[in-house]
């Protein structure tokens, strides 16, 4: 029990709004969405975004179908700044896509800002200051009066600014910033206040956005104060109602919702709710929140996976295995019971009805993951200590998504024998499933050799029966035998290790890949004194696996 008494923090009192009617609508259509993972999620990192990493990410943000994405602070930091210039500069910019970059109420600030976005075709220039009565009273020491002068002020200038760059059509989106902890009226007032500064009617709409900076009361009270201001808000039909849902109370998700609900048309957010403290609202749980409804998101997670590898790379935060929709282990049973539930329940769908498997709340399918990992085992099952074993007795570290696929096939054996599977046999069932090709494999390597700049590579392998050699390019092995191959493979993670110590350690690669035309990933292993050949093989041996999946019938394996 926590030492201290409550009595100390102050609860948020219900708004009055006894007419309210978000409690009886429900989500019919995707919002606008806009991305912060690379403004708002970046500044939450240990270690903030180069321009490469940010680029990458900004690419994934448009594969996945954001329209709208806030890019950086560029007064605020060089990097953010000289990003914003590439992407204008050279023409990166897809033609459907808007980018935001954000601003403090300071007129450097401000010039700054403009000055790293003009010369784009749309932009939309985030503009806010805190107005809650703490920062009013504490931060700033300003009244109201205050407060609504410096919002006209900065508005103003901003407008003047924009002005007389006519070739970009600007957006203003103003937020008052602590908006959750505000009285409904003073909102109002500075929202009012920078709708009329800036201007609005037919062909130039103003963002109005509602965070909730700090969260500080029930999802409910959130969506009471969005029906309020969506209600008094004018011209509402030239104002595009946005909110920034903060996660410190767990329920960033909750809030969105229900602040759709009350009238909200965009949220804004992050891929896997990154940001400062608990982070931003989670735009994938959102989004798959709808999906499940029947609405559809307007966004691409049919490869929930890759969109994942990507955000750890970029960000270097993982992404947790529990995490809803995306985490490694969601489709994963443990329990004997559920597993019991999904066989039955697998085998009962019909694939034109509507969903309805125990325990898996969306098809995982629908996001590129595969059934044969949804069924498995542990120590509780009396089946486990795959991975200890391993580990212990030969030296192998698999990553855990590929303890996950490899304890598959270690429950499909243990299924078969109706035996113990012993430290040895694990071995061995290891090496004929990873390092060693079966008679029927596609591809068989021979032999390799390195180019002496370590960047092109040639094969001697055998293809479907047909000895041939091949050349490759690429940035090291891996990428040069994969074009060599020239296969439509695309390598999300690899790895080395060392197993065993002394002149009879050997190198063990492995490697996690995607091919076009197969759903899911799969991994391969390599295992050599020499580490090249350890990757080289580790390549072929996912190669073979995903061109067998390719080939292979289709059918649900949930055993």
């Not at 403090?104 to 003009?118: F, G, M, P």
């Not at 995490?323 to 969601?330: E, I, N, R, S």
Request: glycine share 8%.
């Amino acid at each position: 029990m926590i030492a201290k008494p409550a009595t100390k923090y102050q609860p948020i009192a219900p708004i009055a709004l006894a007419d309210r009617q978000w409690p009886s609508r429900s989500i019919t259509r995707a919002p606008v969405w806009l991305s912060t993972d690379l403004r708002d999620g970046n500044q939450a990192l240990f270690e903030p975004m180069n321009g490469e990493r940010k680029m990458k990410l900004f690419e994934e943000l448009v594969r996945i179908g954001f329209k709208e994405i806030e890019v950086g602070f560029p007064a605020a930091s060089q990097t953010d700044f000289d990003f914003v210039r590439r992407l204008i500069d050279e023409n990166l910019i897809p033609d459907d896509v808007t980018l935001m970059v954000m601003t403090q109420s300071r007129e450097d600030l401000i010039a700054r800002t403009v000055e790293a976005v003009k010369g784009a075709p749309r932009a939309i220039v985030h503009l806010y200051n805190a107005t809650a009565p703490a920062w009013r009273r504490i931060v700033f020491d300003m009244n109201v009066t205050q407060v609504m002068q410096l919002i006209s002020h900065h508005v103003g200038y901003l407008k003047q600014l924009t002005d007389a760059q006519p070739e970009t059509q600007w957006t203003l989106q103003y937020s008052p910033e602590t908006f959750s902890a505000t009285e409904l009226s003073v909102s109002l007032k500075a929202c009012q206040t920078a709708i009329a500064t800036w201007g609005t009617g037919p062909g130039r709409p103003i963002i109005i956005n509602l965070p909730t900076t700090v969260e500080n009361a029930t999802p409910n009270v959130f969506a009471d104060q969005i029906e309020w201001m969506d209600r008094h808000l004018s011209p509402r039909e030239h104002i595009v109602l946005s909110v920034h849902p903060h996660n410190d109370r767990g329920t960033g998700v909750a809030a969105a919702e229900l602040a759709m609900m009350a009238g909200a048309d965009r949220v804004e957010g992050c891929l896997f709710g990154n940001g400062e403290r608990c982070g931003n609202v989670d735009i994938v749980t959102l989004a798959l929140n709808m999906y499940t409804q029947g609405v559809h998101p307007g966004l691409d997670f049919s490869d929930i996976t890759s969109v994942a590898r990507i955000a750890e790379e970029c960000t270097a935060l993982p992404v947790h295995p529990r995490h809803p929709y995306a985490g490694d282990l969601v489709f994963t049973a443990f329990s004997g019971s559920h597993q019991d539930a999904i066989k039955k329940g697998f085998a009962a769908q019909d694939p034109n009805a509507l969903w309805e498997v125990p325990y898996l709340p969306i098809d995982p399918a629908d996001l590129g993951r595969t059934y044969d990992s949804v069924i498995r085992v542990n120590s509780q099952s009396g089946k486990g200590g795959i991975a200890f074993l391993l580990e212990r007795e030969h030296g192998v570290v698999m990553p855990r998504r590929m303890q996950v696929e490899f304890s598959a096939v270690v429950q499909r054996q243990t299924d078969a024998s109706e035996g113990e599977m012993t430290g040895d046999a694990l071995w061995a069932l290891f090496q004929g499933t990873y390092l060693h090709a079966p008679a029927q494999a596609a591809i068989t390597c021979h032999s390799h050799r390195i180019d002496e700049d370590g960047q092109g590579i040639e094969l001697d392998v055998t293809i479907d029966g047909t000895r041939q050699t091949l050349r490759g390019q690429g940035n090291g092995p891996i990428a040069a035998t994969v074009d060599a191959l020239g296969l439509p493979l695309r390598v999300d993670h690899y790895e080395e290790r060392a197993t065993g110590t002394g002149a009879n350690a050997q190198a063990l690669a492995i490697v996690e890949a995607a091919m076009e035309g197969v759903v899911g990933a799969t991994f391969g292993a390599g295992a050599s004194h020499n580490i090249v050949t350890a990757s080289v093989q580790a390549i072929v041996s996912v190669a073979n696996r995903l061109m067998a999946r390719r080939t292979a019938p289709q059918a649900v394996a949930v055993a």
